[in-house]
C-alpha cells in the first residue's frame, strides 16, 4: 500500500513538472518578458531604458532557458525557467507584477474561498443525491418525465443567468440579501446564503441526471431483486440498499474535486464581491498579471493532481476488489 | 459586382457543412448507421430540436457569406478609375435585414416602444423641456403614438399571427393529404392518426414545433419593419438583429472548437491504446498535464497570447472585422486544442477493447500493417464514439463562450455573441427601472439553442450507445425497467 501511495505521488510531481514547463513555454517563450514590460510600463513612455529597468526590477533581466554568460552550473541555474518555476514547489510564489506578494494574498483569500465553496459543494451533493433518489423512486410515472424534462432545462441554461437573476429577485426585487459584498465572522452567513443557493441550483440539472443514471444502474443489480423478493417495500430497498452501495462510489468520485474547492469559484466570487482565490486570479487575467496567473497554474494543478492521488487511495480503501497495480 | 470576402471561420463553416454532407452520404449507405439514425428519426424531442437546430443553423451560414459591396464612382473619377469598395464587411443576413440593421436609436428604448427609454432635453415650440423624445425609427409611421400605438400593435399582430396561422393550416392539411394518399385511408381517419401521434415518423411533435416557430417568425415579420421588437440595447441597436447575429458566434464556437478536437483525440488515443507500453505513457501522461490545468487559466493563457500576436502584426488584417473574426477562429481552435484529453481518453479505452478482438488479431496475423489495422478496423469502429462526443459537447461549448466573456479572455468586444450580452446585462439589470430585455432575449436565443442540441444530443447517444436506452424516461403505461 505504500509503495503504491508513494509510486503515484511521484507520478503526480512528474505531472507537476511538466505543467510547470508548459506554462513556463506559454508564458515566457512566446509572451517574452519585453512584452510584459510594454504592457505594464503602458502608453507612450516605453522605452529600451524604461522596459529593461522594469526587467531588472522584476528579476525578468535574464535569459529563458540557458545563460551563456554564467559558468558551469550557473549556465543552467542563473535562468528565468529555474528562478521562477522552481521555488514553486516550495510554495515560494514570490511577488506579483504589480508588487503584491502573491503568498500573502493567497492566506488572506484562501478562507473566504473555502467558505463559499465548501457549503456549496456539500449542500449540494446532499440535495442532488435526495432529488435524484425521488426521481428514481418515481420512474415511470409523470413525476419522472416532467423532473428529468425541468432538469434537462435547468441544464441548458447559463451559470451567468443564475447569478444575474438570482441577484435581482432576492437583493434588488424582495432585498433579501445583501447583493455583493463580503464580512468575516458570523456576518458572512448573510452574504453566503444566495451564493451558494446559486451555486446548488446551476449544478443541480446536470448532476441530478447523471445520479439518476447511476441509481438505475444499481438497481438492476442482483442484490436488489432479492431484497424485494424478500417482501421489503420500494422506500426500503431504495433508501436503505441501493443508496448504502451507491454511496460509495458517488463519494469516492467527490473526492476528486475535494481539493480544487480551495481553488474558489472563479466566476461566484467575482459576481459577489467575495475576496477569493477566484476573483483574484479574474482580477490577474484582466490586469494581464502573468506572475499571479501562473501562480494560480501550480497551484490549480497541484491540487488537481492531489484529487487523482487521493480518489486513487480512497478507492482501494473503499472497494477491496480493486488491486494495486 | 460586390467584392466577396472569405473570413477564416467562414471556411471552416463550409468546411463543416462539407464533412456533415459526406457523412450523411456515408450514413445513407451504411446499413448500420441508417439503422442507428432511424432511431434518432422516430424521437419526437429529437425532430422537434433538429428543426429548431436547423433554423439556427441556416441563420448562421447565411451570416457566414460576406462581401464587401460596391461604392458608387466617385462624379468626377475618371470613367477607368479603380472601383472602389466599401470598407465595411456584411453577410447576406445582413442584407436581409437592411431595415433593423440600419435603424439604430440613440440608446435604450423598451420592446416595441415609440418614445426613448430615458428623458433628454428636447425642443418643442421654442421651449427646452425634458421628456422621453420619439424614435427615429420605432413607431414612426405613428402621427399620435399615444393613441394610436396599442391598437396599431394589436392590428398588426393579429394580422401577422393570422397569416401565419394560415400557412400552418395549409401545411397541416397537406402533410394530412400525403399521408392520406400513401395509405389509402379516408382524409379525417389520417387526420386522426397524426393527431394522436401514430406515424412513423413523429409528425405530431415536428408539426408543434413548425406552428410555434411559423407563428413567431409571421409575428416577428409583422411588427419588425415598423418596431424594435425586442427594444433597442445602450447604443441604440436593435436586440433582436444583434442575438440573431450571436447565433453564428455560437454556432461557430459550438462546432468548431468541437471538430478542432477530432483530429488530435483520433490521433493520440487510438495510437495509445493500439500500441500500449511507452507510446500509451507518454501520451496518457500528456493528456493528465493538460487536464490538470485549470481549463480557464490554460484558455486564458493561450488568448491573452493570441491577443500579443495579432497587436503586433495589425498589418495582416485589412479590416476590424478580420481582425475579430480572427481572433473568433483562434479562440475556438484553442478550445478544441486545449479539449481533447476527454475524448482521448475514450477512444483510447474503446481501442484498448478492440484490439483485444478476434479480428483484429487475425489482422494482425494476417500482416496487415499497424497503420492499415488502425485506419481500416479500428477507426471505423470508434467513430460513434466521436458522433456522440462531438453532438455533447456543443452546447457545453455555448455556454462556455459565455463564461470565457466574462471573464475578458472571450470573443472581440465587437464581435456580437451571448457572451458580451450578457455581460453587458449585468449592469442594466441593476439599474432603476430595470432594462430587462436584452438579458431576455439572449436568455430566449441561448436556451433555445443549448436546450435543441441537448435534446438531440440525448437522443444520439441513446441511437449510437444501446446502454444509454436503459435510462430513457417511459411515463405511466410504458413498459417498466427491464430489472
Given at each position: 500500500m505504500l509503495n503504491y501511495i508513494i509510486r503515484r505521488v511521484l507520478y503526480g510531481l512528474l505531472i507537476l513538472i511538466g505543467v510547470n514547463l508548459l506554462t513556463f513555454i506559454l508564458f515566457f517563450a512566446v509572451n517574452t518578458p519585453d512584452d510584459m514590460a510594454r504592457i505594464n510600463i503602458g502608453g507612450k513612455r516605453v522605452s529600451a531604458d524604461a522596459i529593461a529597468k522594469w526587467k531588472t526590477q522584476r528579476g525578468y533581466d535574464k535569459p529563458l532557458l540557458f545563460n551563456e554568460q554564467a559558468r558551469g552550473v550557473e549556465k543552467l541555474s542563473k535562468t528565468l525557467f529555474v528562478e521562477r518555476s522552481l521555488p514553486l514547489f516550495a510554495l515560494q510564489f514570490g511577488a506579483s507584477d504589480t508588487g503584491r506578494d502573491i503568498g500573502y494574498e493567497l492566506r488572506q483569500r484562501a478562507l473566504p474561498s473555502l467558505a463559499l465553496a465548501l457549503p456549496t459543494f456539500l449542500l449540494g451533493v446532499f440535495v442532488v443525491v435526495v432529488v435524484s433518489l425521488i426521481m428514481v423512486f418515481f420512474r415511470n410515472t409523470y413525476v419522472e418525465f416532467w423532473s428529468v424534462a425541468f432538469a434537462v432545462f435547468l441544464l441548458s441554461v447559463s451559470g451567468l443567468f443564475y447569478i444575474i437573476a438570482g441577484q435581482f429577485l432576492f437583493s434588488t426585487v424582495l432585498k433579501l440579501v445583501p447583493a455583493s459584498g463580503f464580512a468575516g465572522g458570523l456576518d458572512m452567513v448573510v452574504f453566503l446564503l444566495l451564493p451558494v443557493a446559486i451555486g446548488i441550483v446551476s449544478r443541480m440539472g446536470g448532476e441530478a441526471l447523471f445520479y439518476r443514471t447511476m441509481f438505475l444502474e444499481e438497481i438492476g443489480k442482483d442484490y436488489v431483486r432479492t431484497a424485494r423478493s424478500k417482501g421489503l417495500s420500494e422506500s426500503v430497498v431504495l433508501f436503505r440498499h441501493v443508496l448504502g452501495n451507491a454511496l460509495l462510489p458517488i463519494l469516492t468520485s467527490t473526492v476528486a474535486v475535494l481539493p480544487l474547492l480551495f481553488m474558489g469559484a472563479l466566476i461566484m466570487e467575482s459576481f459577489f464581491g467575495i475576496p477569493g482565490l477566484g476573483s483574484f486570479t479574474i482580477d490577474a487575467i484582466n490586469g494581464q498579471d502573468f506572475a499571479v496567473v501562473r501562480a494560480m497554474v501550480f497551484l490549480g494543478s497541484a491540487l488537481y493532481i492531489l484529487g487523482l492521488v487521493l480518489t486513487d487511495i480512497s478507492y482501494t480503501l473503499a472497494d477491496p476488489r480493486v488491486r494495486l497495480a | 459586382m460586390p467584392k466577396f470576402v472569405l473570413l477564416a471561420t467562414d471556411l471552416a463553416l463550409y468546411f463543416q457543412m462539407l464533412v456533415l454532407v459526406l457523412y450523411v452520404r456515408h450514413a445513407l449507405r451504411t446499413p448500420l448507421l441508417r439503422q442507428s439514425w432511424r432511431y434518432v428519426q422516430r424521437d419526437g424531442a429529437a425532430m422537434s430540436a433538429a428543426l429548431v437546430l436547423v433554423v439556427f443553423l441556416l441563420i448562421a451560414l447565411l451570416d457566414s457569406v460576406h462581401f464587401r459591396p460596391r461604392l458608387p464612382p466617385a462624379p468626377d473619377a475618371a470613367p477607368a478609375a479603380e472601383i472602389a469598395y466599401s470598407t465595411r464587411t456584411l453577410s447576406v443576413l445582413d442584407v436581409l435585414l437592411t431595415g433593423p440593421r440600419e435603424a439604430r436609436e440613440k440608446t435604450y428604448s423598451t420592446p416595441l416602444a415609440t418614445h426613448q427609454f430615458s428623458k433628454e432635453s428636447i425642443q418643442r415650440e421654442g421651449v427646452t423641456v425634458r421628456d422621453f423624445p420619439r424614435l427615429q425609427y420605432g413607431g414612426r409611421h405613428l402621427e399620435q403614438p399615444q393613441e394610436q400605438w396599442g391598437g396599431d400593435v394589436l392590428r398588426r399582430s393579429v394580422n401577422g399571427l393570422g397569416s401565419g396561422l394560415l400557412v400552418v393550416v395549409l401545411g397541416a392539411a397537406l402533410l394530412v393529404l400525403s399521408q392520406s394518399q400513401r395509405s389509402g385511408q379516408a382524409f379525417m381517419l389520417a387526420a386522426l392518426d397524426l393527431l394522436q401521434g401514430r406515424s412513423a415518423l413523429p409528425w405530431r411533435a415536428i408539426g408543434v414545433t413548425l406552428t410555434v416557430l411559423l407563428l413567431l417568425a409571421a409575428w416577428v415579420a409583422a411588427l419588425w419593419p415598423y418596431y424594435h421588437v425586442m427594444g433597442t440595447d445602450q447604443t441604440g441597436n436593435d436586440v433582436l438583429f444583434v442575438c440573431l447575429k450571436s447565433v453564428r458566434t455560437a454556432v461557430v464556437i459550438g462546432s468548431l472548437a468541437t471538430i478542432a478536437t477530432i483530429p488530435l483525440a483520433l490521433l493520440f488515443g487510438i495510437l495509445a491504446g493500439y500500441f500500449k507500453g511507452w507510446v500509451d505513457d507518454g501520451i496518457q501522461y500528456a493528456y493528465t498535464v493538460l487536464s490538470s490545468i485549470p481549463s480557464v487559466l490554460l484558455i486564458s493563457a493561450f488568448v491573452l497570447m493570441i491577443q500579443v500576436f495579432i497587436d503586433k502584426n495589425?498589418?495582416?488584417?485589412?479590416?476590424g472585422l478580420e481582425r475579430a473574426d480572427i481572433r473568433l477562429f483562434l479562440l475556438a481552435t484553442i478550445l478544441g486544442l486545449t479539449g481533447w484529453a476527454q475524448l482521448a481518453r475514450l477512444l483510447r479505452a474503446e481501442t484498448l477493447k478492440l484490439g483485444e478482438l478476434d479480428y483484429v488479431q487475425a489482422a494482425r496475423a494476417f500482416g496487415v500493417s499497424h497503420a492499415g489495422i488502425m485506419r481500416r478496423h479500428l477507426l471505423p469502429n470508434v467513430t460513434h464514439i466521436i458522433v456522440i462526443v462531438a453532438v455533447l459537447d456543443f452546447s457545453g461549448l455555448v455556454l462556455y463562450e459565455a463564461v470565457l466573456s466574462y471573464v475578458g479572455v472571450g470573443v472581440d468586444p465587437n464581435t456580437q455573441s451571448f457572451g458580451t450580452m450578457i455581460n453587458s446585462a449585468r449592469n442594466e439589470m441593476s439599474r432603476d427601472p430595470v432594462i430587462w430585455w436584452t438579458l431576455s432575449t439572449a436568455f430566449a436565443f441561448m436556451v433555445a439553442l443549448v436546450l435543441s442540441m441537448t435534446l438531440f444530443a440525448s437522443a444520439v447517444r441513446e441511437a449510437f450507445d444501446p446502454r444509454a436506452r436503459a435510462y430513457r424516461v417511459r411515463p405511466a403505461g410504458a413498459s417498466t425497467l427491464p430489472s
Open positions: - | 495589425p498589418q495582416w488584417f485589412e479590416t
